[in-house]
């Protein structure tokens, strides 16, 4: 007969002194007696859904060695409580399923919690992933988020007080992202919208679908593509928009709180900004290959509009290395003022012709405040000057000239019309010190405050007539001989 020591199965020896039902697994009971329990069995044959040779053991198993099974299944149990480090699998390709919710606690802190049939994640400390992360539900936490990769494909990725979301892979979220803390990921970030107070940095590629709202910086050395509105930056910490060597596409506006600055190409609809937009490169207005500092490519008419509000001046100005040097100005009086603002300069006046360069047509002379004219001037109506004009070539009109003041000419004044004085009988036709040396003139008329004579000239003689009277009176020449 064997010699039991704990428990035997299918013994072909033993006598009549056993119990239990049919494949129950024998034990000693006593001296030489064994018996047997439906809690625990051995099916030598598939039996209610076990396979065969399965051991089935109904109630609790302690053990202080090693369990070693090729298939390990636990079913219906609430609790595994064991002291010590619990390993599973020994190699990288092994699996670990798990039916229902999972909870993982530090003494009596829950760290994690995966929630059944949702697919929510939520936690309270850091939650570290080497591979990547995919969920249909949500993931919320109060630590930090840290994944190679994150995809969240549900409603919502939330980091509540003070956690932070950083990764080296790709995160891509469906619903809207909203973290209390800071964001950071060295791939790709994409969601339907970010909400947060904290920064957004990374090297990849970050696409937002919704509106983004954030309350401190926004620094991406890759690609930014923001399909609706955002907001960034706030005034404490002169926070900034900074995009790297990607590019920034805004299908919104863009409202930044502080300054926005950007190395590369910047490409948006509408863009409004409080504080300073700073471009190290070219600034393109509906143009995405700017040519120059600042590009405009309107269809059709091109405009550009300097408002100075209510009741204020308008100005272009014009700067070098920072001193003012031109304007021009719109004043609210509805003057427009054209200024060059360097002492003793020249404010110039070019026009190019058929052929040939550009030409200075008008001099304004800072120094001697003087106008020098250094083409020809010729008009169809009235020249006006208010002091004195000099002119080294010909002064050409089919118009007026009147002249308050001197003119003064180098070469022949030719008149189309009248030379007329500026006031009836009150200007000279030279002077007692400069005297015009020949007089050309058909009929003179003479006129002052005593008389009114005409000398007309007749074909044999001249003939003198007093306008008031008019009498008519003869010249008796005298012909005199060589």
């Known amino acids: 007969m064997a010699n039991f020591g704990w428990a035997y199965v299918d013994c072909k020896d033993i006598g009549p002194d056993c119990a239990g039902p049919t494949g129950s697994v024998q ?4 001296t030489n007696s064994i018996s047997g329990s439906a809690s625990f069995m051995y ?3 598939a039996v209610h859904g076990y396979a065969a040779g399965t051991l089935v053991l109904t109630g609790a198993l302690v053990v202080s060695g090693t369990i070693s099974a090729s298939s390990y299944y636990i079913e219906s149990i609430a609790i595994i409580d064991a002291t010590g480090s619990s390993y599973f699998g020994n190699d990288q390709t092994d699996m670990h399923a798990r039916t229902g919710s999972f909870e993982l606690y530090s003494d009596s802190a829950r760290l994690l919690k995966i929630a059944s049939p949702a697919g929510t994640i939520s936690g309270s400390s850091t939650l570290h992933v080497v591979g990547a992360v995919t969920s249909t539900g949500n993931i919320a936490t109060t630590g930090s988020v840290t994944a190679n990769a994150l995809d969240v494909g549900g409603s919502a990725l939330v980091v509540a007080t003070n956690g932070n ?6 995160l891509q979220i469906v619903g809207a992202v909203t973290s209390t803390g800071n964001i950071a990921t060295t791939g790709s970030l994409t969601a339907a919208s970010i909400t947060t107070p904290g920064n957004i940095s990374g090297s990849g590629t970050l696409q937002m679908v919704g509106a983004t709202t954030l309350g401190n910086a926004l620094n991406v050395s890759g690609n930014v593509l923001l399909k609706d509105d955002a907001t960034i930056g706030g005034a404490s910490t002169g926070d900034l928009l900074t995009i790297g060597d990607g590019l920034l596409t805004v299908g919104g506006m863009i409202r930044g709180l502080d ?24 600034v393109g207005i509906k143009t995405d290959t700017p040519l120059y500092d600042l590009h405009i490519n309107g269809a059709g008419s091109t405009i550009a509009t300097i408002d100075g509000g209510s009741g204020g001046d308008a100005y272009l100005r014009f700067n070098t290395n920072g001193v003012e040097k031109a304007y021009i100005k719109q004043g609210s009086g509805g003057n427009t003022i054209i200024t060059n603002d360097v002492a003793a300069k020249n404010l110039q006046l070019q026009a190019r012709a058929a052929a040939g360069s550009a030409t200075t047509y008008l001099f304004l002379d800072g120094g001697s405040e003087s106008i020098l004219m250094t083409q020809p001037v010729s008009a169809s109506s009235t020249l006006y000057h208010a002091g004195a004009a000099t002119f080294s070539d010909t002064l050409a009109t089919t118009g007026s000239i009147t002249a308050g003041s001197t003119i003064e000419a180098g070469s022949t004044i030719t008149a189309g019309g009248n030379v007329l004085p500026l006031n009836d009988n009150s200007q000279d036709l030279g002077s007692g ?4 040396a020949n007089i050309y003139t058909g009929d003179l008329h003479l006129k002052n405050d005593r008389g009114d004579w005409s000398v007309v000239e007749e074909e044999e003689y001249l003939s003198v007539i007093n306008n008031k009277t008019g009498k008519k009176y003869k010249f008796v020449l005298e012909e005199i001989e060589d």
Do not use: M
């Not at 010190?433 to 015009?436: H, I, L, Q, S, V």
């Open 27 to 30: 034990f000693l009971t006593g």
């Open 433 to 436: 010190a400069k005297r015009w």
């Open 259 to 282: 300054a926005i600055s950007g190395s590369s190409l910047v490409v948006c609809t509408d863009l409004s900004a409080s504080g300073q937009f700073h471009v190290s490169g070219n």
């Open 165 to 170: 979301v950083s990764g080296s892979g790709t």
């Open 43 to 45: 099916h030598t044959a």
